[in-house]
C-alpha cells in the first residue's frame, strides 16, 4: 500500500440511492428489535444476569466496589444499567437496554462498512449480523456483551476517519481515543483490539498516523 489511502468514505452512492439503502438498514434493525425483544420478556434469569441486577441494586458507591471485588469488571456497563434501572427496576426494561444497545451496533456497523468497504452495499453486511446467534444472545443478555460490537464499529468507523482517510480528521481522532478508553472501561479483552489498528497502519505505511496513533494511545492509557 502506498502512503496515500483513498478515502472510501466519499459518497458512493446517488442521494436516491442512499435513502434507499437507508430504509433497507433501518428495517433490518427493526427486524433485530421485533426478534430480540419478545424473546427479552420470555427467557427466563440465569445466574450472570442475577449478579448483573445485584451489582447495581444499590448505590453508585456499591456499583464501583462490586465490579472491583466482585465482578472483576469495568464499571461503565453496570453504571449504565444502574441509570436505567432508575426508571424502573424491572428486569424486563433492563433487558431492553442490552436491545437498544445492540441495534445501535447494527447502525454504527453500517456507518463503518460505508467508509471501509464503500462499493458494497451495506444491508448485505447488517443482515447476517443482525440474524446472527451471538448478536440475537447478546441483545438479549443483561451482561456487557452487547457492549462489544458497538464498541468495535464505533472504533472502526472512528479509526478510518481519524487514520486512514487521505484527509484525516482531527476531530476524529479524538473521538477514536475517547471510544478506546470508553471500551476499555466497559470490556478489558477490548484492548486487543488496538495493537490490530497500529498494525494496519504499518501495514498500509501509513507512518505520521502511526506517530499519531501511538502518542494518542499512550494518553489513553493514562486515562
Known amino acids: 500500500m502506498t502512503e496515500a489511502v483513498a478515502d472510501s468514505s466519499v459518497a458512493h452512492l446517488d442521494p436516491v440511492s442512499r435513502k434507499r439503502e437507508h430504509r433497507v438498514v433501518l428495517a433490518i434493525i427493526a427486524g433485530h428489535l421485533l426478534l430480540a425483544l419478545p424473546l427479552g420478556f420470555?427467557?427466563?434469569?440465569?445466574?450472570?444476569?442475577?449478579?448483573?441486577?445485584?451489582?447495581?441494586?444499590?448505590?453508585?458507591l456499591f456499583v464501583f466496589e462490586h465490579c472491583r471485588d466482585f465482578q472483576l469488571a469495568p464499571?461503565?456497563?453496570?453504571?449504565?444499567?444502574?441509570?436505567?434501572r432508575q426508571i424502573d427496576d424491572s428486569?424486563?426494561?433492563?433487558?431492553?437496554?442490552?436491545?437498544?444497545?445492540?441495534?445501535?451496533?447494527?447502525?454504527?456497523?453500517h456507518l463503518a462498512a460505508r467508509r471501509w468497504f464503500p462499493k458494497l452495499p451495506t444491508p448485505w453486511i447488517i443482515l447476517p449480523l443482525a440474524v446472527n446467534p451471538w448478536v440475537v444472545y447478546a441483545s438479549t443478555e443483561i451482561r456487557p456483551y452487547c457492549m462489544v460490537p458497538f464498541w468495535s464499529a464505533a472504533?472502526?468507523?472512528f479509526f478510518h476517519g481519524g487514520f486512514m482517510a487521505e484527509s484525516p480528521r482531527r476531530y476524529e481522532r479524538w473521538l477514536f481515543t475517547a471510544s478506546a478508553v470508553l471500551a476499555m472501561y466497559t470490556f478489558y479483552y477490548l484492548g486487543f483490539f488496538l495493537p490490530g489498528f497500529a498494525l494496519v497502519l504499518v501495514l498500509a505505511r501509513r507512518w505520521r498516523p502511526l506517530r499519531d496513533y501511538v502518542s494518542l494511545m499512550a494518553l489513553a492509557s493514562l486515562l
Open 155 to 157: 472504533l472502526l468507523y
Open 42 to 60: 420470555t427467557l427466563n434469569i440465569w445466574v450472570d444476569e442475577y449478579y448483573t441486577l445485584e451489582t447495581t441494586s444499590k448505590g453508585l
Open 75 to 84: 464499571p461503565l456497563y453496570y453504571l449504565l444499567v444502574w441509570s436505567w
Open 91 to 109: 428486569y424486563l426494561l433492563v433487558r431492553s437496554l442490552s436491545s437498544i444497545i445492540s441495534a445501535s451496533s447494527l447502525w454504527f456497523v
